[in-house]
C-alpha cells in the first residue's frame, strides 16, 4: 500500500505553522516576588530568539519552565508542538539546554563527559563529531576543571547538543568570558543557526542581543516591555538620531539647544549626544558655533540609537550593572 503522506511530521509536532516556541500568558510567582509575569510570545523555527533583561528580570525562570525544569503557576509553554507540563520527556529528546549553574564534573575528561550525556538519549551525535565543531580537540582528554572559562562553555554548548535537538536553550551564554570566548561563542551560534536550528537564548549584554538575534523580548520585572527586531525596536521609538562630539567645557547647553533640529541635550562620559530631527542642520550650526570660538568638535559622528537607549527610555534605569 502507498503512503499518502511521504513526509509525516515528526510524533507530538503538529507545528505545521513554524512555530519553534510559544508562551501564552504564563506567571510564575514566588510568594510576592512576580519573577514571570504574564508574558506571551513566540518562536519561529530556525530563529534565534532573545530575552534580555538585567539581573532578576525573569530570563532564567523563563527558560527552565520552558524546558520543563520549573513549573508555571499558569499559562501555556509548548516547545515543537509538544505540551511542556505534560509530556516533558518526549520533550527532552528534542530540545538542548545549557544551564546558568551547569555542573560538569570536574574530574571527568571532555570526552567522558559527552559520552555520559550521550548515554541520556535514544539517538545522539558522534562524540569526535561534537568535538570537533566545538573546537575542542586538543583538550578532549582535560579533566574539565582545567578548562578556560571558553573552553568550558562551549563544552557545555557541546553537552546541548548531543541529541542533535532541533530547538536550543542558552542560559546567558557568555556570561564571564573574555571578548574572544564570547566572539567564539557567537559564531558557534551563528554556525547552528545556519544548520536551521532554533536558538532562544538569554543575555544582558545587548552587544550580543543585536549581533545575534532575529527578534528579542525586553525583558523588567517579569513583563515583557518591547518584543521585535533590533531594528523595529529602536525605530519604532526613536525618530531622532544623535549627533556626537567630547564635551567643550566653553559651549553652553542653552546656545546647543538653539541649533536647528535638536530635541534635547545630554552628557554622557565625556560626550555630548545632541538628539536631533535634523542632521545636517544640526552639524553646520555646530560647526559655525565651534568656529567661532576657536574650537573643534572631536570625535564628531552621527550616533544611531541602541538598545541601551530603549532600555534607559522603558525603564528609566541602564541596562548595564
Ligand atoms: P539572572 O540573570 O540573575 O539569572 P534572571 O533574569 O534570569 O536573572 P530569574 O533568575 O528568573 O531572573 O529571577 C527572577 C526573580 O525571581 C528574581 O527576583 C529572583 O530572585 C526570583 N526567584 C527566582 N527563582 C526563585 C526561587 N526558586 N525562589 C524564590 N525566588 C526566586
Redesign the pocket.
Known amino acids: 500500500m502507498m503512503m499518502t503522506d511521504a513526509n509525516p511530521p515528526p510524533a507530538g509536532s503538529q507545528t505545521g505553522d513554524g512555530i519553534a516556541v510559544r508562551v501564552g500568558q504564563v506567571f510564575k510567582h514566588?510568594?510576592a516576588?512576580k519573577?514571570v509575569d504574564g508574558i506571551s510570545f513566540e518562536v519561529a523555527r530556525g530563529e534565534v530568539f532573545g530575552l534580555l533583561?538585567?539581573?532578576?528580570?525573569?530570563?532564567?525562570?523563563?527558560v527552565e519552565m520552558l524546558e520543563g525544569l520549573r513549573s508555571p503557576d499558569s499559562g501555556l509553554l509548548e516547545v515543537l508542538g509538544i505540551d511542556v507540563a505534560r509530556n516533558p520527556d518526549d520533550l527532552k529528546q528534542r530540545v538542548g539546554v545549557t544551564l546558568?549553574t551547569a555542573e560538569l564534573y570536574p574530574k571527568l575528561t571532555v570526552v567522558e563527559v559527552l559520552d555520559l550525556f550521550r548515554s541520556f538519549y535514544k539517538r545522539s551525535l558522534p562524540t569526535r563529531e561534537l568535538i570537533d565543531f566545538l573546537d575542542l580537540g586538543e583538550r578532549r582528554h582535560a579533566q574539565t576543571r582545567q578548562l578556560s572559562g571558553g573552553q568550558r562553555q562551549r563544552l557545555a554548548v557541546a553537552r546541548a547538543l548531543v541529541n542533535d535537538p532541533d530547538v536550543i536553550f542558552l542560559d546567558?551564554p557568555t556570561t564571564g568570558l573574555d571578548p574572544a570566548a564570547r566572539r567564539a561563542l557567537w559564531d558557534l551560534v551563528q554556525k547552528l543557526q545556519g544548520q536551521g536550528k532554533t536558538i532562544l537564548l538569554?543575555t544582558?549584554y545587548m552587544e550580543e542581543a543585536e549581533v545575534l538575534c532575529d527578534r528579542l523580548a525586553i525583558?523588567d520585572h517579569?513583563r515583557i516591555l518591547a518584543l521585535g527586531s533590533v531594528d523595529e525596536l529602536v525605530n519604532k521609538r526613536f525618530k531622532d538620531r544623535s549627533v556626537r562630539f567630547d564635551q567643550i567645557e566653553a559651549l553652553a547647553d542653552e546656545r546647543l539647544t538653539d541649533l536647528p533640529g535638536v530635541e534635547s541635550i545630554k552628557h554622557d562620559d565625556g560626550a555630548t549626544l545632541l538628539y536631533t530631527r535634523d542632521v545636517p542642520g544640526t552639524i553646520g550650526g555646530l560647526l559655525d558655533l565651534t568656529e567661532e570660538l576657536g574650537v573643534e568638535p572631536g570625535n564628531l559622528g552621527i550616533r544611531r540609537p541602541t538598545l541601551e537607549d530603549l532600555f534607559l527610555d522603558l525603564t528609566g534605569r541602564a541596562l548595564r550593572d
Open positions: 514566588y510568594g516576588v519573577a533583561g538585567p539581573n532578576g528580570a525573569g530570563k532564567t525562570t523563563t546558568q546567558e538569554t544582558h525583558l517579569g
